[in-house]
Every structure is written in C-alpha cells, then in structure tokens.
C-alpha cells in the first residue's frame, strides 16, 4: 500500500494563478481532510469529507475549494492565489466516517507552496 | 470553543535526558487525545492515543496519561534519543469530525 499520496511536493505560483494539489489514499478510507501548516499555528483544518460526494467547510476555507468524486481522490483548488496561502498543506484520511473521534489520521508527506 | 495547548518549544535535551511535553486541552463533552510526530520533510504520523479519562498511551517509550480533572496529556519518556528529534503535535478529537491540533513543540537531542 502506497498510503496517502501528495503532488506535487513543491510548488511555487504567482499571484492570481490557479492550480490543484493532488491527494490520494489506497486504504478504502471514508474520512478524507485538508490541513494548511504554518509556523506557530499547528495544523488548521481547510475542508474535509466523510464519504464520496460529500464534503465540508473547516476552519479555514476562503480561496479554496474541494470536490470527492470517489473514494480515493481528493483534490484542493486554489482558484486565485494569494501570498497568505504560502503554507505546507497536509492531506489526510481515515478509517470511518467518525473520522477524528478516536481514529488515526494518516497524513501524506505534504506539499510546500509558495505564492510571489 | 475546543482548544489545545503545549508548551512551546524549541525544547533542547542531551541523549538520555527526561523529556516532558505539556499539553493541556479545552473541550466540551469527551474528546480522545492523540499525540502525533512529525520529522523533517515527512508528515505526522501518530505516536499514541488515548480515548477516555486515566487511559495510558504508550508507544517506542513515549507515553501520556488522559487526566480528566487537569485537562491534560503531557508526553513523557524517560530517556530520549537522537532519532527524536522531531516535532510533536498535541490533538484532541472530536465529535463533530474534526481535529484539533495544537502549535507543535520542535525536540532537538544533541548526541
């Protein structure tokens, strides 16, 4: 099992571009989650989704947008970026739709974007 | 609303030191409570958790017990080594899907 998978591992865009960071898990996992990580701030939720067709709104969601069409894909858009989402971002997944009440989260190796 | 807190870092321990990592939570209802790692380059995986109140997790030597009446999980392990050096992430679970983790305290052990 290869686990949860990031791409691309760095980026670096300019202001105002778009583009999609890839996650993929092989684990049949419901739970799958975005998390930005910048110093200081630990992790900050961005949007998640408990199965596919569903997903919601964390903590910090504006500029972002996800969508789950199956199972094992979850894509994070940018649509227009900003200097303020220069940030390692972190996919994440897990066994049931309980998700975060008592289930360990696996995290891809992230994705470090910077934004000029 | 839910929060969590640990001491910040950077903590710097020699080889075979004592290491204490506090962490205390704010929650409403019963949340479980997780320590993850992270080393460099690499994303968290988790170290131990624990789901109800005086439960002990315990893994590779860490260990932290689930104090209810302190609302706390302090890490601890008894005699660190090089290899971890890393950064350790406090994290309460919750009901409502989400994670809440705390800062991060960064852990150097000098040889």
Redesign the interface.
């Known amino acids: 099992n290869a686990g949860?998978t990031q791409t691309p591992k760095f980026q670096v865009l300019k202001t105002g571009q778009s583009m999609t960071l890839q996650c993929a898990q092989d684990m049949n996992h419901e739970?799958m989650s975005w998390?930005r990580q910048d110093p200081?701030?630990?992790?900050?939720?961005i949007h998640?989704s408990?199965g596919a067709g569903i997903t919601?709104q964390?903590?910090v969601p504006n500029g972002y947008n996800v969508s789950r069409s199956t199972t094992e894909d979850f894509p994070l858009r940018l649509l227009s970026a900003a200097p303020s989402q220069t940030s390692v971002y972190?996919c994440?997944s897990s066994y049931s739709?309980?998700?975060?009440?008592?289930?360990?989260?696996?995290?891809?190796?992230?994705t470090r974007l910077t934004v000029l | 609303g839910d929060s969590v807190t640990q001491m910040e870092g950077p903590v710097t321990l020699s080889e075979e030191a004592f290491l204490t990592i506090n962490c205390t939570y704010t929650a409403t209802g019963y949340p479980s409570l997780f320590w993850y790692v992270q080393y460099p380059g690499e994303g968290l995986q988790l170290l131990l958790k624990a789901t109800k109140a005086d439960d002990k997790g315990s893994n590779k030597g860490f260990e932290a017990t689930y104090r209810k009446e302190t609302t706390s999980f302090h890490l601890e392990k008894g005699s660190v080594q090089v290899s971890d050096s890393a950064v350790y992430f406090c994290a309460l679970g919750t009901g409502g899907f989400k994670t809440i983790f705390g800062a991060g305290t960064r852990l150097f052990v000098k040889a």
């Not at chain 1, 200081?40 to 939720?45: K, V």
């Not at chain 1, 739709?97 to 992230?110: H, I, V, Y």
């Open positions: 949860v739970y998390y200081g701030m630990g992790l900050r939720l998640y408990v919601d964390g903590e972190f994440a739709k309980a998700g975060a009440l008592n289930n360990e989260q696996f995290f891809g190796p992230g």
